[in-house]
């Protein structure tokens, strides 16, 4: 494949459309993917925040959870929030089925309720300058595998981290107007 990279943002559920426009800013094909069939036609997929009890049966439902397991062994996968929450091996308060892609253990909610929702500056590993991040309702990462690595913490936590192809952050990058998560994301696009 010349040319864009060809991204695909699961678009079930979440704000996939500010992704999609994030993708957009630095320069990939935002493509929205719905069925097994529309993953083929993608280098590598973002998964939106969102509600990711909803998620699951939403993916459940469409026949999904296989092709994107599948998937992710080949390509890579980018999730926030609730995607991160997807991405992991473990899920430590209202335990539900994951894709289990990362090695990492993801406490729902951690922060509190959507009142309790902040913006935040960290200094990610391999980006000059900070960056703003958006919690809403966010996860927190409580165990880090070997094969994982954080890239950027909060309060102590991680909420950046990367395990080969993949990426899991428990913000919202796709909220500010800084895109340098989502080109960290399209570097490991081969």
Not at 49 to 61: I, N, Y
Not at 98 to 106: A, F, H, K, N, R
Request: charged letters at 25%; glycine letters at 10%; proline letters at 5%.
């Amino acid at each position: 494949m010349g040319g864009k990279k060809r991204v695909g943002v699961l678009a079930l559920q979440g704000d996939f459309e500010a992704h999609r426009r994030a993708l957009e800013r630095v320069g990939a094909e935002a493509v929205e993917v719905r069925t097994a069939s529309e993953l083929e036609d993608v280098q590598g997929l973002i998964i939106p925040g969102g509600e990711s009890t909803t998620m699951m049966k939403l993916l459940e439902e469409e026949k999904l959870l296989d092709p994107l397991r599948e998937f992710g062994r080949r390509r890579p996968v980018f999730g926030t929030c609730a995607g991160a929450i997807l991405l992991a091996t473990e899920v430590a308060n209202s335990p539900q089925a994951s894709l289990g892609l990362m090695d990492i253990e993801v406490q729902r909610n951690a922060y509190g309720r959507q009142l309790d929702s902040r913006i935040a500056h960290l200094n990610p590993q391999g980006m000059d300058g900070g960056l703003e991040a958006v919690f809403i309702r966010a996860p927190i990462i409580r165990r880090v595998g070997k094969d994982a690595k954080v890239l950027a913490t909060y309060e102590g936590d991680p909420v950046l981290v990367e395990q080969g192809r993949h990426l899991a952050a428990t913000f919202h990058p796709e909220l500010t107007s800084d895109a340098r998560v989502h080109l960290m994301f399209l570097e490991k696009i081969p």
